[in-house]
């Protein structure tokens, strides 16, 4: 009702957050009634199909979301739609139909979200934020949803979305309105003998990439493409760093050990690049964020041994650690393993979603989980190149002199 909205636009200009909060219980209990006319996709929902599209390729959340229809929205929730999930075209959530209350692809094909704040559904938005759809999700031609609502003159709505979303969505929502379009750049690297690093990254990509993101993945490479990028391709003299700090602003690195602790066959050129850089007090990668993602096994005494010199020499080489490293044991029961990989996963998108700047302090120190290193010996090839590949062994022993030497009579 008009006078409804009146009393929410006047609670709220005045700052009166305890009306506000009761009028919007009042209406969340009119509006969570299921409307007759909602009945046959209702209980198509409980039957499972929550993710049959329409002809306009809108799926029920994202129409029910943008009609403002909450109470559909939320059993469609409670049957297993995904609150931040991409429309079927692969722009837009939920968030952003219920924001403009209109069809989704004239909302810009944005998330269930977008389309409720367009139309100054406050229920249904305020519904899909309690339900895990970000706040800071753009559209298409990327807008949030909390832009969207002011552009449409639903500033009570906004205010609304402020007040819910937690502090790092409404920093990256407000900050879109000063810059917007702008996404995380994100670079994932993998280092695998079995594959089992390669696989899990790869199901992470594919996961983020359905749904909607503040951030880019501009590419997925093994570490030894990344070292051929940088100019490396099997001479470590021949490096530029900078050139991830240009191209990413995020870099992902998830890889695991092979055999005494050494890296990956299709990992040793970067880690090469890494050592030598870090042993120099290079600042090359300030700017960057950086998270690994570790897999091994408790069986080998060098367990997480590369995982944890990744992560090391990223932070010594001026990145900054934007969680705490995940460490993936193969040889625990997998229930174990299931919930460390989620926990990594959830807080690298949560991160993704809202990056704080670069120069906040690291999220921890590279020895955690734990800091146990060893000892990478030189091989042959690399010996006759004279390329030092001794790095550092639980804090006691730096190659510093090895490494300088080496650099000195190479210039």
Request: charged share 20%.
């Amino acid at each position: 009702p008009d006078d409804e909205r009146e009393a929410l636009d006047v609670a709220a200009t005045l700052g009166h957050t305890a009306i506000v909060d009761a009028l919007l219980d009042a209406a969340a209990a009119r509006e969570s009634a299921i409307n007759k006319a909602d009945l046959p996709t209702a209980m198509s929902a409980v039957a499972g199909a929550t993710s049959v599209t329409d002809p306009a390729k809108q799926r029920a959340l994202h129409v029910a979301a943008g009609a403002g229809r909450t109470g559909l929205a939320l059993v469609l929730l409670h049957t297993g739609a995904v609150a931040g999930a991409l429309d079927a075209s692969g722009s837009g959530t939920a968030l952003h139909a219920a924001a403009s209350g209109t069809a989704l692809h004239a909302a810009a094909s944005g998330t269930a979200l977008h389309a409720a704040a367009s139309g100054g559904h406050t229920v249904t938005v305020l519904t899909l934020l309690n339900h895990g759809c970000p706040l800071s999700a753009l559209d298409g031609k990327g807008r949030s949803a909390l832009a969207l609502a002011l552009l449409h003159g639903h500033e009570q709505t906004a205010f609304a979305m402020l007040r819910s979303a937690g502090e790092a969505e409404t920093l990256a929502a407000l900050r879109h309105l000063i810059t917007p379009g702008k996404k995380t750049r994100v670079l994932c690297v993998y280092g695998s003998e079995s594959g089992n690093a390669k696989h899990g990254l790869e199901r992470l990509v594919r996961k983020w990439k359905a749904a909607a993101t503040n951030f880019e993945i501009v590419d997925v490479l093994t570490g030894n493409e990344l070292a051929k990028k940088l100019g490396g391709g099997g001479n470590a003299s021949a490096k530029n760093l900078e050139f991830v700090a240009q191209t990413a602003d995020v870099l992902l690195v998830c890889t695991s050990s092979y055999g005494a602790g050494d890296p990956p066959s299709n990992m040793r050129e970067l880690t090469k690049i890494l050592g030598l850089e870090a042993s120099m007090k290079s600042t090359a990668l300030v700017g960057v964020q950086h998270a690994v993602l570790g897999y091994g096994s408790t069986t080998y005494t060098t367990f997480q041994n590369i995982p944890r010199l990744t992560d090391k020499f990223l932070g010594d080489c001026g990145s900054r650690r934007m969680t705490m490293r995940a460490e993936i044991d193969e040889h625990d029961p997998e229930p174990g393993n299931e919930a460390e990989y989620k926990r990594w996963d959830a807080d690298v998108f949560q991160l993704l979603q809202a990056l704080p700047p670069a120069n906040t302090p690291p999220a921890c120190e590279w020895s955690q989980p734990a800091g146990k290193i060893a000892l990478l010996e030189e091989d042959e090839e690399d010996e006759e190149r004279g390329i030092p590949m001794v790095y550092m062994a639980g804090g006691i022993l730096f190659a510093a002199l090895a490494a300088a030497t080496w650099y000195l009579n190479h210039q």
